[in-house]
């Protein structure tokens, strides 16, 4: 028979989920730097938090190379920076050249209209359907109404080659960084989950906190030999908005180990 031998092929994350895989790391950082002043009586949380992997460095590498929104930034690599600055030195110069075309070949009637525009990342101008052969070039399709074909003047052809290639240069530069950023959070994979899996019980812990806030809880008193539920609820009721009445409840070493509370509260 045939023997197939599998293997893994890397994956680049996006921009905005290693912004978000920054976000851990930044706030895991956070939390480990404030969490010696934390009160007393969340010391077993705070040591939890005191105890996280140090990612520091993976955190400021990642929130200086990518933002919430998803974009590549310039300080992710000086070489990115360098060719975006040629690539807006690129388009400049050919926005100069196309806007003295516009004026020449919209005096000599041309143009569908008084305006340049882009296409697959190369500039065209919007010429009237019947002059699309008066004027050299090579045509990128037209518009919706068919009265527009969008040409390349084909003076412009080697000056739009040189943008397509610079394009060409930054999203490699663009796909490069995000292979690099991958393999490093892969290569801290165990970090990042244990941070995600303590801020995940902080965050619990906070909402429950707010939660008893909002509700004007109790905390129950347990000891070795009673327990004592002072206010006692139904928390479903009181978020809806009702307003039940409050049971005090205590039970001295109890012989039955359950209670059944039913009925309308």
């Not at 292979?179 to 165990?190: E, I, K, N, V």
Request: glycine share 6%; charged share 25%.
């Amino acid at each position: 028979g045939m023997i197939i031998v599998g293997y893994a092929v890397p994956i680049a994350l996006a921009a905005v989920e290693l912004a978000t895989i920054g976000k851990v790391a930044v706030l895991a950082t956070a939390l480990r730097r404030t969490a010696a002043q934390w009160p007393a009586g969340a010391a077993a949380l705070a040591n939890r938090v005191r105890a996280l992997p140090d990612v520091r460095l993976l955190g400021d590498l990642l929130a200086e190379s990518v933002d919430d929104q998803g974009r590549i930034l310039d300080s992710a690599s000086p070489e990115l920076a360098r060719l975006r600055q040629e690539t807006v030195a690129i388009a400049a110069r050919l926005r100069r050249r196309i806007e003295a075309l516009v004026r020449e070949t919209d005096a000599a009637g041309l143009l569908q209209d008084d305006y340049f525009t882009l296409r697959d990342n190369r500039y065209v101008l919007p010429v009237r359907h019947s002059e699309k052969r008066t004027l050299a070039g090579i045509i990128h399709g037209s518009s919706q109404t068919g009265q527009t074909v969008y040409v390349e003047p084909q003076e412009l052809v080697e000056a739009n080659n040189q943008l397509a290639l610079a394009f060409d240069a930054v999203r490699r530069e663009e796909r490069r960084i995000l292979a690099d950023l991958s393999a490093m959070c892969a290569g801290h994979s165990q970090e990042l989950l244990v941070c995600v899996e303590v801020l995940t019980t902080l965050d619990l812990r906070l909402a429950a906190a707010r939660l008893a806030l909002e509700l004007h809880a109790h905390r129950p008193q347990f000891t070795d030999d009673r327990l004592e539920l002072p206010a006692l609820r139904h928390p479903v009721l009181a978020l809806d908005g009702g307003h039940p009445v409050a049971n005090r409840l205590a039970m001295e070493r109890p012989t039955t180990r359950w209670w059944v509370i039913s009925g309308p509260n």
